[in-house]
């Protein structure tokens, strides 16, 4: 009988998966080529066919239309933060570099830095788009460990540079930002040669951090990306490997201070344990349905960034724990499947 059960399963499962495939795959080459699905791994170009170039990055909705701001790679360098403008989430279009490295010499953000990580949020109070990054100055390695912040008037830009700095004096490298519910933000960050993670609530401009800043744990973890449900918040997270990819970390606390527990690797399926070969940028909720969630990673590729590629896979709920499969090929319609549990369910 149990046999028989699994049988079930296993078929009912792949018959899920299969559901998702559309029938006549967008070919990922040209201008105009209507995309209508996930494809993890996959290059991904954007509506005039070039390689999504958005790398690290994380997504903000304002209305109906979805931002996609990330690292704009040459082969090794970064040439600034790119967004893209969706409304279906498949097909991108390009908007420029929201935020372009200055042309002065010895300036903070002088092309040749390092902008990574890119994360955007709107502040109400303000009416500002303010935009935090990971900031390593030109020719110095990944010693300045600083956290950038730009803002701008517009979803798309320009973003003006507005300082950089080390949250209450401690270094900070791998960065997210998070709303909350109550308008309040935060940058959760990994600190102390990335031993600690830790986070800072923002002032209420989000210009910078507040003196509320916590260490949540001392796990050598970087990557974070955050999300909420059922009044609980996820933290997943990456190990330290460079540009290598390692195994993912979920934890789950009450509080976004804390204290988190440790729930294990939410990866599933093959090479789950090495996150697939990517690694952790953000979390998006999925469109027009609460408790549903996107995984967003890098798949890196450290001889030609530009060409890194882009894991989106659906969180599931698995007897209520967050678990990410790994789908060759889904849509947004995934998260209709009976099958396909989204939080709560
Ligand atoms: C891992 C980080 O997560 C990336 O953003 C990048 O900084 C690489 N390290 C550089 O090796």
């Not at 390695?141 to 320009?158: F, H, L, M, Q």
């Not at 970390?249 to 990866?267: N, S």
């Not at 697939?276 to 979390?283: D, P």
């Amino acid at each position: 009988m149990r046999i028989h059960l699994a049988a079930v399963c296993l078929s009912f499962w792949s018959g899920v998966a299969l559901a998702q495939a559309p029938a006549a795959p967008a070919v990922a080459v040209g201008a105009n080529v209507k995309h209508t699905a996930f494809r993890p791994g996959e290059q991904w170009h954007d509506t005039e066919g070039n390689l999504i170039n958005a790398h690290g990055g994380g997504v903000l909705r304002v209305g109906k239309t979805y931002y996609w701001y990330g690292e704009k790679r040459a082969q090794q360098q970064e040439e600034g933060v790119t967004v893209y403008s969706s409304r279906d989430l498949y097909n991108w279009r390009y908007e420029g570099v929201a935020l372009q490295p200055s042309t002065q010499p010895g300036h903070d953000i002088e092309q040749g830095c390092l902008m990574e990580r890119p994360k955007v949020l709107f502040n109400k109070k303000t009416g500002k788009y303010v935009m935090w990054f990971h900031l390593e100055l030109k020719g110095k390695g990944y010693s300045a460990a600083r956290a950038g912040v730009a803002v701008a008037d517009k979803p798309t830009g320009p973003f003006r540079y507005v300082s950089s700095f080390r949250p209450n004096g401690h270094m900070s490298r791998d960065m997210t930002l998070y709303l909350d519910d109550d308008g309040r933000a935060y940058h959760i960050y990994s600190a102390r040669e990335n031993y600690d993670l830790r986070i800072a609530r923002l002032s209420d401009d989000f210009l910078t951090a507040t003196k509320q800043d916590t260490l949540l744990f001392s796990n050598h973890r970087e990557a974070p990306a955050v999300f909420k449900t059922g009044g609980r918040y996820y933290l997943i997270t990456s190990g330290c490997t460079g540009w290598d990819p390692n195994q993912a970390t979920l934890h789950v606390a009450d509080t976004l201070f804390g204290p988190w527990q440790e729930l294990g690797d939410p990866m599933r399926g093959p090479n789950a344990q090495k996150t697939f070969g990517g690694q952790s940028t953000y979390v998006l909720p999925a469109p027009g349905r609460p408790g549903s969630f996107i995984f967003l990673a890098d798949r890196w590729n450290p001889k030609d960034l530009k060409d890194s590629r882009y894991l989106w896979l659906p969180v599931q709920f698995r007897q209520g724990q967050p678990t990410i499969e790994w789908l060759d090929r889904w849509n947004l319609d995934f998260f209709a499947q009976p099958g396909a549990k989204s939080a709560g369910q």
